[in-house]
């Protein structure tokens, strides 16, 4: 049971996770933070779940941080410095696991945003796969606005996402609002749509698509350009055949290859739970 987040199961393996403080415009609050870890860390575990949808109640996407959530956290802080910035750094490596949660969970993860995307938001999609969006949306790094550097993926995912150093630095510099167009062109979402509804029923089809591949090729997928952004091609292909090593001679590759040519719809086992099983 959650409090800011809302999950259902649109479709067989299919789950979709959306932010749930319309009242609020999706404010990050302390609960947000803690729920989200908690909430991928069993999207992980769920072998049910192969691909998530992650949305957005009301009327945007997100707000961002809940300005007046972390106030008050850093306003009960004692005085001494040093405490203060262990107080600090405790709480920003919290933040930055709950969203590492969804790079590492394993599973397909397709960001619908609508409306305002800022701040907090920005680095949440960073961590996602694949990135839909109405032609409403907008992205803004806003932490400048507020004094502060990001520090939860704006300044680290970001940047490796969009692939444009100059672009990435005016926004975060700046604090203006990237568009949906202009976000299209960059490459940070790979589609727009007129509206919500719409752009919701394109991204449960790719969901779809996806949950009905090999769990075991979208999770080497994952992990593969993962690991690849953050090392040489050298190392990545070493990694690469070190892993295929043993995936290339599972169930799924056998499957696959026979339905092709079979031309029939092949079925997969879902994967072996990674910890204590949760369903989500």
């Known amino acids: 049971s959650f409090q800011r987040l809302a999950l259902s199961s649109p479709a067989l393996h299919v789950l979709q996770v959306e932010l749930n403080r319309p009242e609020k415009l999706n404010a990050m609050d302390m609960i947000f ?3 989200m870890k908690v909430c991928f860390e069993a999207v992980a575990t769920d072998s049910s779940a192969r691909s998530v949808l992650l949305t957005g109640a009301g009327r945007m996407f997100t707000s961002g941080l809940d300005l007046s959530a972390a106030m008050q956290v850093f306003g009960a802080a004692e005085q001494d410095v040093a405490r203060t910035a262990l107080q600090i750094r405790r709480l920003g490596k919290a933040w930055q696991n709950a969203f590492t949660a969804i790079e590492r969970c394993g599973k397909a993860v397709t960001a619908c945003m609508h409306g305002a995307v800022i701040g907090g938001g920005v680095e949440m999609i960073s961590a996602c796969d694949i990135r839909f969006c109405t032609s409403d949306a907008f992205f803004q790094v806003a932490e400048v606005d507020i004094g502060i550097a990001s520090d939860v993926g704006g300044l680290q995912r970001f940047p490796k996402v ?29 589609r727009t749509f007129s509206g919500k509804a719409e752009m919701l029923e394109a991204a449960l089809e790719m969901a779809k698509m996806i949950a009905s591949k090999s769990p075991v090729a979208t999770l080497g997928i994952k992990e593969f350009l993962n690991y690849s952004r953050d090392h040489t091609v050298d190392e990545s292909l070493e990694y690469a055949i070190t892993w295929n090593m043993g995936m290339l001679q599972g169930q799924d590759v056998k499957t696959a290859a ?23």
């Open 162 to 190: 969009l692939g444009n150093q100059s672009l990435v630095r005016e926004l975060a510099l700046s604090g203006r609002k990237m568009g949906s167009a202009e976000a299209l062109q960059q490459g940070f979402v790979s």
């Open 33 to 35: 933070w803690d729920e």
């Open 258 to 280: 026979a339905c092709m040519m079979q031309k029939s719809k092949p079925e997969f086992q879902d994967l072996p739970p990674t910890g204590p099983s949760s369903k989500l």
